[in-house]
């Protein structure tokens, strides 16, 4: 499935799982309570994705691209986020904890009550973001 264009469709509740979704396009997409678990998402564009409740734990979103998307209570433990782009997106209630956000920009993000506990955030831009009860117990790294 990989550089597909699924832009705009309603995929909530689908089973991703396993799936190797490289470069593909899922902007402007509803995956409400989607699973992509141990998926790879590499370089793909979630840009304005709907992924509350999503669950994408342990799955390859590196150099992916997600400004403006929501993830409000998503599931993103252990994810590989290295270098993806979240400025803007809606994080909040997001389970993030042991997750690599190596030199991930998430610029203007709303964290507000996500969990980064033992995340990686080593050069990790956190400009402007919304900090207010984020949990950043054992997280690696001080963040840009």
């Given at each position: 499935?990989?550089?597909?264009?699924?832009?705009?469709?309603?995929?909530?509740?689908?089973?991703?799982?396993?799936?190797?979704?490289?470069?593909?396009?899922?902007?402007?997409?509803?995956?409400?309570?989607?699973?992509?678990?141990?998926?790879?998402?590499?370089?793909?564009?979630?840009?304005?994705?709907?992924?509350?409740?999503?669950?994408?734990?342990?799955?390859?979103?590196?150099?992916?691209?997600?400004?403006?998307?929501?993830?409000?209570s998503a599931n993103l433990k252990g994810a590989y986020l290295m270098g993806?782009?979240?400025?803007?997106?809606?994080?909040r209630g997001a389970d993030l904890s042991y997750s690599l956000l190596t030199?991930?920009?998430?610029?203007?993000?709303?964290?507000?009550?996500?969990?980064?506990?033992?995340?990686?955030?080593?050069?990790?831009?956190?400009?402007?973001?919304?900090?207010?009860?984020?949990?950043?117990?054992?997280?690696?790294?001080?963040?840009?």
């Amino acid at each position: 499935m990989t550089d597909q264009n699924l832009q705009g469709r309603d995929l909530s509740g689908k089973d991703f799982s396993h799936a190797n979704m490289h470069a593909v396009n899922l902007s402007k997409t509803n995956l409400t309570k989607a699973n992509f678990v141990l998926s790879v998402l590499y370089c793909a564009n979630l840009q304005n994705a709907n992924l509350s409740e999503a669950n994408l734990e342990n799955a390859n979103l590196t150099a992916a691209t997600l400004n403006h998307a929501i993830l409000s209570s998503a599931n993103l433990k252990g994810a590989y986020l290295m270098g993806a782009k979240f400025r803007h997106v809606d994080l909040r209630g997001a389970d993030l904890s042991y997750s690599l956000l190596t030199g991930a920009d998430l610029a203007h993000a709303d964290l507000r009550g996500a969990n980064l506990s033992h995340a990686n955030l080593v050069a990790c831009n956190l400009e402007n973001a919304l900090l207010d009860d984020t949990n950043f117990t054992g997280a690696i790294g001080k963040p840009l």
